[in-house]
């Protein structure tokens, strides 16, 4: 396994004057679902333009106090990661290719025009969070701490600049399946009215703007009856991109697998490259290209196209059974999870949860 647990410590751990009973954890850890419970603490640190990066500590998890001028409710200046620390059988905790979230970070604060923050610091605030609320990394079936490190604008300014002030976090959310149907097949809606980004803009920086773009297509796809919407590509409104917050894959009669190519407006997510090299190792053809959907309606439609399924963090992998859109409502396959989905769910679980040996030195151990 790659990465030990030694590293000097530069967020201070100042512990909560009120951590939550035994009783308490045990009864918020019942039934998780995505992003509702949070743990006792919570990583910060500031960056000022005379200061850089200081004050980095490891404190109460709880509000924070904000000037109302703060810029990031104006301007939206702000990034955002998604990774998690998984209970292994043995009680050890693992973040699963944290280097690559803090790689990402870097070029999300490049694009925003915040500042960057080292890999050291990234992994770091992680590591002492993890190891402070160590007690809230769930072990039931499936679950894990999601992390959620971002950065945002605190300079109190109305002008339109990038901000003197930053503030990072990391909060911890111990948490079960993102669907609530968990690895069943969910629905999409196919988005022809809204984009989620275009050539130039922000598509493919993790910031919240692009999520915010989201949730009024993401609306529409309810009222279809579908839990996801997919976007086209703002240029041309004909190659698929991405979904509301998960890349997605389609498999062929052949075996082999697709998935759309990394264009400047889709996120390059670490599930996805991670997929990329699972299917590639395990024999399969593999294609990064431009994919229409009217040539995924006709696959779907002929049953050329057997398998499609979103994939995320939160998400991992789920199998997608049914693509709606504007004068179209068509199952794929049988509407259940296909072979390669559930080959490639069984692949990368069984990694993150450490019941597979870890060949591609891809785990780091938190705790
Ligand atoms: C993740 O998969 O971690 C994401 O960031 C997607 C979503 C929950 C915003």
């Not at 915040?114 to 769930?138: G, H």
Request: charged fraction near 20%.
């Amino acid at each position: 396994m790659s990465n030990d647990t030694q590293q000097e410590t530069t967020f201070e751990v100042r512990p909560t004057s009120h951590p939550r009973t035994r009783e308490q954890r045990a009864a918020a850890l019942i039934e998780l679902g995505f992003g509702t419970v949070f743990s006792d603490h919570m990583a910060h640190a500031t960056w000022t333009t005379d200061q850089g990066w200081h004050d980095r500590r490891i404190e109460a998890y709880g509000p924070l106090s904000l000037d109302p001028a703060a810029a990031v409710l104006h301007y939206a200046q702000e990034i955002f990661e998604g990774l998690k620390a998984y209970r292994h059988e043995d009680g050890t905790v693992w973040a699963f290719r944290p280097e690559a979230n803090a790689a990402r970070f870097a070029q999300s604060a490049r694009r925003l025009a915040l500042p960057e923050l080292s890999e050291a610091d990234f992994l770091d605030s992680i590591r002492q969070l993890v190891r402070t609320d160590m007690e809230w990394v769930p072990n039931a079936p499936g679950s894990s701490l999601y992390l959620r490190p971002y950065m945002f604008a605190s300079e109190a300014f109305l002008g339109v600049r990038a901000a003197r002030r930053v503030e990072y976090l990391v909060i911890a959310s111990p948490s079960g399946p993102y669907f609530t149907s968990g690895f069943t097949p969910v629905s999409i809606w196919v988005a022809e009215e809204y984009h989620r980004a275009g050539p130039g803009g922000t598509g493919a920086a993790k910031c919240g703007g692009n999520y915010a773009a989201s949730l009024l297509p993401q609306q529409q796809a309810y009222e279809h009856g579908c839990q996801q919407v997919c976007f086209l590509d703002a240029a041309t409104n004909t190659y698929l991109e991405e979904l509301g917050g998960m890349n997605m894959f389609i498999v062929t009669a052949d075996g082999a697998v697709h998935t759309p190519a990394l264009t400047g407006t889709i996120l390059e997510g670490v599930t996805r490259q991670s997929i990329l090299q699972l299917v590639t190792d395990a024999g399969h053809d593999v294609h990064e290209r431009a994919i229409t959907l009217e040539e995924v309606k006709a696959g779907v439609a002929s049953g050329e196209i057997t398998e499609i399924f979103a994939c995320g963090t939160a998400a991992v992998i789920t199998p997608i059974g049914v693509l709606k859109g504007t004068g179209f409502d068509l199952t794929v396959g049988d509407g259940a999870a296909g072979t390669v989905t559930n080959e490639l769910y069984g692949l990368l679980t069984d990694l993150q949860y450490g019941r597979h040996d870890d060949t591609y030195g891809w785990m780091t151990r938190l705790v």
